[in-house]
């Protein structure tokens, strides 16, 4: 969902880097082949991820929820030579999609693909993160935040997508809604979590950056 006029929004993507082919190419074939294609970044969300990645130079990233690889790639874009980006997914018939993808690109050495719940292989790892992107399940987003603040570094950046949920979090919820109740929920905790100093863009369906202090 967008919160900007059309015209608005065409403008700002035609004012932004192009999207690498490689990109475009997973992009179409996400659309031919795969449920729900929308849950992709896609291009300008994509840009603004490389830029973040880019300006953050991470020695290591966590990304929770792979989906076809798309923003694991953009993240990739700004990972240190020696980096390493870890995503994770539940989904195992897009495993051998993201390895495609991941495989044509210069980074295919640094991505580690993990398959399961990230609940459970959160804890196993011994590295502190500098970059996070947390875009899985919205009612485990306040489960995920609080597996990984630990292991975040000092200055490290933790990236939440959808945090508007179509508008919803600002109504109040039907109360089976569990997905805006917990993202409610999550974007409370992170304007109020002294750990951390968070602005919430509107961009798309609504981005969180949030810098570890």
């Not at 790639?73 to 051998?96: M, Q, S």
């Not at 959160?122 to 502190?128: A, L, Q, T, V, Y």
């Not at 292991?151 to 569990?178: E, H, R």
């Not at 979590?193 to 570890?212: A, C, F, H």
Request: aromatic fraction near 8%.
């Amino acid at each position: 969902m967008n919160f900007i006029p059309k015209e608005i929004d065409d403008y700002a993507v035609s004012h932004t880097e192009n999207e690498p082919e490689l990109l475009q190419q997973l992009s179409k074939e996400t659309w031919q082949k795969v449920l729900v294609p929308r849950m992709l970044s896609g291009h300008y969300q994509g840009r603004l991820l490389s830029m973040l990645s880019k300006l953050t130079q991470p020695t290591s990233i966590l990304e929770i929820g792979t989906y076809t690889g798309y923003s694991a790639l953009c993240l990739a874009e700004g990972l240190h030579k020696e980096g390493v980006l870890h995503t994770i997914d539940t989904n195992e018939e897009l495993v051998d999609f993201q390895k495609k993808y991941f495989d044509k690109s210069p980074y295919k050495n640094q991505i580690k693909q993990h398959l399961g719940n990230a609940l459970d292989i959160i804890p196993k790892f011994n590295e502190k993160f500098d970059l996070v992107f947390i875009d899985a399940d919205k009612t485990n987003y306040s489960n995920y935040f609080h597996l990984i603040i630990d292991k975040m570094n000092v200055g490290g950046i933790i990236l939440s997508d959808n945090v508007l949920w179509s508008g919803k979090v600002t109504t109040k919820p039907d109360p089976k809604d569990a997905d805006t109740i917990a993202l409610i929920a999550y974007n409370k905790l992170l304007k109020e979590d002294p750990r951390i100093e968070t602005v919430l863009l509107p961009i798309r369906d609504g981005l969180t950056i949030s810098r570890v202090k």
